[in-house]
């Protein structure tokens, strides 16, 4: 075998589109991840302003400034790019509250923190807030926002029993009385609490931490009231 250095280029030979020094007045093409990335950008911006039904890809190719046949090239549908769109905010948010969420002390803590990563995502990712709140209850619309709302149920739940599980002297028929209702109350919570943080994004006058704190007694002290058995007389 001859010597050669991997490096070097072969005499004559024609340089990438990526590392071709662009001549004058001629746009260099963006490398095929990076074009990637800005029309997943794109695409979420325009999916939290119009939502999914109003987005079609010609406004998403629009707003990105390509020919809407390159946007197909890398995306085969309006439904393959929300779901990609809609798995990373996914990813993104569950993340955050699997983290924060088991770290904090007791019931009431973990629900301020859940309280914290909402209002922390909502205000740096306002165009993925927007989507969530969107589409967070329409499932139709792609599996993975479905399973964003299982999550935040099933943490919820999880939280509302934690101190029940740890009762020895609970019975299983109480627990799972506890159980069932904790389930009627998930979406009470988790509706209350995007809300809050949607009302806040729209009134920034009013200081975050005593929006967080209003959330945090709204859903405590409700719950508080519930466990002692307090109800209202039906009619």
């Known amino acids: ?20 020094p662009a001549r004058p007045g001629v746009r260099r093409r963006m490398p095929y991840a990076r ?9 979420l911006a325009e999916f ?7 987005t079609q890809m010609e406004h998403v190719a629009a707003a990105a400034q390509v020919s ?5 090239q890398h995306f085969a549908s309006k439904e393959e790019l ?35 990563v909402l209002f922390d995502y909502a205000t740096e990712e306002p165009d993925a807030w927007s989507l969530v709140v969107r589409h967070l ?36 028929a109480a627990l799972a009385v506890n ?19 949607s009302w806040w994004l729209e009134h920034p006058d009013t200081p975050r931490d005593r929006a967080e704190q209003m959330a945090l007694e709204f859903i405590w002290l409700g719950l508080d009231r519930l466990r002692t058995g307090e109800r209202l007389p039906r009619d």
């Open 68 to 72: 809407k046949a390159l946007l197909y």
């Open 48 to 54: 939290g302003r119009r939502g999914y039904h109003l």
């Open 179 to 197: 159980e069932r209702r904790a389930r009627l109350l998930v979406p009470l919570m988790y509706g209350s609490m995007l809300s809050m943080v």
């Open 1 to 20: 075998m001859t010597g050669s250095t991997g490096d070097a280029a072969a005499p004559g030979a024609r340089p990438s589109p990526e590392t071709a």
């Open 137 to 172: 209850d329409k499932p139709e619309v792609g599996l993975e926002l479905r399973e964003l709302r299982d999550r935040l149920g099933t943490a919820f739940a999880d939280l509302l029993l934690r101190r029940r599980r740890a009762d020895p002297e609970l019975s299983s």
């Open 35 to 43: 074009r990637r990335e800005q029309l997943l950008q794109v695409a």
């Open 82 to 116: 929300f779901a990609e769109v809609t798995e990373a905010i996914v990813t993104e948010l569950t993340g955050r509250l699997n983290e924060a969420v088991p770290a904090a002390h007791g019931t009431a803590g973990g629900i301020r923190a859940m309280i914290r």
